[in-house]
């Protein structure tokens, strides 16, 4: 099992960069791919960013891709997600999920584990 905790939210403006953290537990953080979801109020949770269990391989959202990059360091048991040129439809609550699996899934059933997410607003 792994414990997560999302921080790095906030208020932006439109055009500002955020950066994301999140924090695992335990001694497994290694043996789990590494997701990022959002989901914005009335709306579904939708897939943001992947990272494989060594790093190597990332995956993104037509949405955020080019604009947000996700990255992680196993030696600290973290996953972060920069997230450049925000627009005000960026805002949404983010969450960090980890995945046994070495399938890329970009749905939630495809996560173990889940932070309870961290408040990312972007304004006008």
């Known amino acids: 099992q792994v414990q997560l905790v999302e921080s790095g939210g906030g208020l932006v403006q439109a055009g500002g960069s955020l950066r994301l953290s999140c924090a695992a537990s335990?001694?497994?953080?290694?043996?789990?791919?590494m997701g990022w979801f959002r989901q914005a109020p009335g709306k579904e949770r939708e897939f943001v960013a992947r990272?494989?269990?060594?790093?190597?391989?990332?995956t993104y959202s037509d949405s955020v891709k080019g604009r947000f990059s996700i990255s992680r360091d196993n030696t600290k048991n973290t996953v972060y997600l920069e997230m450049n040129n925000l627009r005000p439809g960026d805002t949404a609550v983010y969450y960090c999920?980890?995945?046994?699996?070495?399938?890329?899934?970009?749905?939630?059933?495809?996560?173990?584990?889940w932070g309870p997410g961290t408040q990312a607003t972007v304004s006008s």
């Open positions: 990272i494989s269990r060594s790093g190597g391989f990332t």
């Open positions: 999920a980890a995945s046994n699996s070495g399938v890329v899934f970009t749905t939630p059933r495809g996560y173990d584990y």
């Open positions: 335990g001694r497994t953080f290694g043996s789990y791919a």
